[in-house]
């Protein structure tokens, strides 16, 4: 039997849930999932600490600060990307297509390897971001848009009717 390669450094129960969300044979409930078992294990739970300082400062009884960077991207927009692929998933779509300028873009980059689907990613000329880089490296290909965040969403929208992603 040969020995199967470890997948982006999950341990051996999230490396077959993996298997089963890229195996397209199997059923769609079986891989939404084992996508919603890894989104529950990779995102969120992230550190809630309470802030008694400021509770001090402005005379407030509680206050609690929650710290997003502890997902994977660094970011909160890993909920939002996450959420979005199980739909797309769910709704049959083989890719995602979008426009950002940096964190949205390397969590849906994530998301997308995670669940299988393609990725293709618009990015305004104007906004430059080592992030981008990211993207690439997690599969998205990237492409630069002449204008404005807004034209990079016209590209985006474009793009995705026409090749029919999410």
Avoid: W
């Avoid at 129960?13 to 996508?35: C, H, I, V």
């Avoid at 990307?81 to 994530?110: E, K, P």
């Avoid at 034209?151 to 090749?163: L, P, T, Y």
């Amino acid at each position: 039997m040969q020995k199967k390669t470890p997948i982006y450094g999950f341990n051996a129960e999230l490396e077959q849930e993996y298997r089963q969300l890229l195996d397209k044979s199997n059923r769609l409930e079986d891989r939404l999932e084992a996508y919603d078992f890894l989104t529950d294990s990779e995102v969120g739970d992230t550190s809630l600490i309470r802030a008694r300082n400021i509770e001090r400062e402005f005379n407030v009884r509680q206050l609690f600060l929650k710290f997003e960077g502890g997902n994977p991207t660094g970011t909160q927009k890993d909920r939002i990307a996450f959420a979005q692929c199980a739909d797309a998933l769910r709704r049959g779509f083989d890719g995602i297509c979008l426009a950002t300028c940096g964190n949205y873009g390397v969590a849906c980059a994530l998301a997308a390897k995670y669940s299988g689907l393609d990725c293709v990613i618009y990015i305004p000329e104007a906004y430059h971001t080592r992030r981008a880089e990211e993207m690439r490296q997690l599969g998205a290909k990237t492409f630069t848009i002449k204008g404005d965040y807004e034209d990079a969403v016209m590209a985006s929208q474009k793009h995705a009717g026409r090749i029919e992603y999410y």
